[in-house]
């Protein structure tokens, strides 16, 4: 868990709160496990680092990650406040999207074994550099999106950046988040979500906007199985095993307040697990992981409750309940 505050929790499987650090000086952005050790993790923030903490001790930072290079033109400032961050498969890379600062946004790259900067992207993105994601298949490719909707996949084994840049794509909306999936035994597509709460895939090998799928608010309403869709919102997405996605979307319908998964398949989305939520007032839920092994999955929300979902009807795959709840925070998550 991380904070407005600059702090981060750990906490166990069953959301017992292991121990808090004031990791950054600004807001924390985004925080993650390492793919190689579950000892470690990665914090970022608008401070303008990123930092590499171990669990079993968490009184220093064991790396940090910073670009201090100018830019030409207001602000004098180097600082390049860090909006996301995603490592490699093999754990190998740190890879970074800031905000925009002057007349450009940056994709910053690392070396994660010793923190040595390596190089940059500033040239393919005009604004604030939203998400950033490793193919989890084939470590050499990333894909990003930023807040005027492009979105853009690179080749990072190429020697410079217009020779790295494989496709693009522009989606006509704020991109919010993304996720790698397959299809066919490919790891070649890419679920995005905006923060219009539309949906859209496409295959990357494809540049024609006609050959994406785009799923609309209302189409997301109709996957969760509600009628109102001016209050239905998008959380997350998450691979499913070897074929498609999961959605989780929400309702906000005071009356009726919902959150559940849809699955991706077939090129439709379809109604596939209910979380019921009890009177808990949790605002938004904002993201959601799934548990190594796929036995449930934690949710975040805006009012800093944390919940533990796990298997809890008897209907194969249809309903989850809350196995745990972290209590609740003066800041949110």
Not at 40 to 45: D, G, M
Request: net charge negative; charged share 25%; aromatic share 10%.
């Amino acid at each position: 868990m991380f904070g407005s505050n600059g702090e981060a929790c750990i906490c166990s499987p069953d959301l017992q709160k292991l121990s808090c650090t004031k990791t950054h000086t600004e807001a924390v952005s985004q925080a993650a496990f390492a793919k190689c050790d579950a000892n470690l993790f990665y914090t970022s923030s608008y401070d303008g680092t990123i930092k590499l903490w171990d669990i079993r001790d968490m009184n220093t930072c064991k790396l940090e990650f910073k670009d201090s290079s100018t830019q030409p033109g207001p602000p004098s400032s180097s600082l390049k406040p860090i909006l996301c961050f995603d490592t490699s498969p093999t754990n190998s890379i740190v890879c970074a999207g800031t905000e925009q600062v002057g007349a450009d946004s940056y994709l910053l790259f690392w070396d994660a074994r010793s923190a040595n900067q390596t190089g940059g992207y500033w040239e393919s993105h005009s604004d604030d550099i939203t998400t950033v994601k490793f193919n989890s298949e084939r470590g050499n490719c990333l894909a990003s999106g930023d807040s005027v909707g492009n979105v853009n996949v690179f080749d990072i084994n190429q020697s410079d950046e217009d020779e790295a840049l494989q496709t693009s794509f522009n989606a006509d909306d704020s991109v919010a988040k993304m996720t790698w999936f397959k299809k066919n035994g490919q790891m070649d597509y890419l679920a995005i979500t905006t923060h219009s709460e539309e949906l859209q895939v496409f295959e990357t090998e494809e540049t024609l906007k006609e050959q994406s799928s785009t799923f609309t608010r209302k189409n997301v309403a109709h996957s969760i199985r509600r009628l109102g869709p001016e209050h239905v919102f998008i959380v997350d997405v998450i691979e499913h095993h070897d074929q498609g996605f999961l959605l989780l979307a929400g309702s906000n319908y005071e009356n009726d307040k919902c959150l559940r998964f849809s699955l991706f398949k077939s090129k439709k989305l379809k109604p596939y697990i209910n979380l019921p939520l009890d009177l808990t007032n949790r605002g938004h839920t904002r993201c959601c992981v799934e548990l190594p092994g796929g036995f449930g999955y934690v949710t975040g929300s805006e009012g800093g409750v944390v919940d533990l979902w796990k298997p809890g009807s008897t209907a194969k795959e249809e309903s989850m309940k809350i196995s745990k709840k972290s209590d609740r925070r003066s800041k949110p998550y």
